[in-house]
């Protein structure tokens, strides 16, 4: 597996924008991806953590786990204003081989001021967690 000094990368894409994160297993990767994600709605430097939101989210793959993950959080940015900057993230393997991703996602909530970029949503483009290799991708629809 690579060794990685940095959690995520910004990858550009057409008229999208991309996060590649990088991690020692799949809940690193995974909670990379969500901090890459806010990196680019504000700047996380000036995040104060003062609420948590705890999501569980199902899929059968990663992928699936990725896509359902980061539309909540964006969900909860895009409904309540809030912005998160530390991810706590644990995947679990259920009975029926059904993937169970839980978190406690601590951030606040910001003004629109504060914002930098409008990500509209996440996308299955694109979208994979390499295991093996130590990595994920993920593009947003801006």
Do not use: C, W
Request: no cysteine; hydrophobic share 40%; net charge negative.
């Amino acid at each position: 597996m690579n060794v990685h000094m940095k959690k995520y990368e910004i990858i550009e894409h057409t008229a999208d924008v991309g996060i590649r994160a990088y991690g020692k297993d799949p809940n690193e990767i995974i909670a990379h991806m969500a901090e890459g994600m806010f990196s680019l709605i504000t700047d996380l430097s000036r995040v104060k953590v003062d609420t948590k939101q705890e999501i569980r989210v199902k899929g059968m793959e990663y992928d699936d786990l990725v896509f359902a993950f980061l539309s909540e959080l964006l969900f909860l940015h895009d409904t309540y204003g809030l912005v998160f900057s530390k991810f706590d993230v644990k995947i679990e393997r259920a009975g029926n081989n059904e993937l169970i991703l839980s978190a406690s996602v601590h951030g606040t909530k910001i003004g629109n001021n504060a914002k930098k970029l409008l990500i509209k949503g996440v996308t299955y483009h694109m979208l994979e967690i390499k295991t093996e290799e130590g990595f994920g991708t993920v593009i947003f629809d801006v």
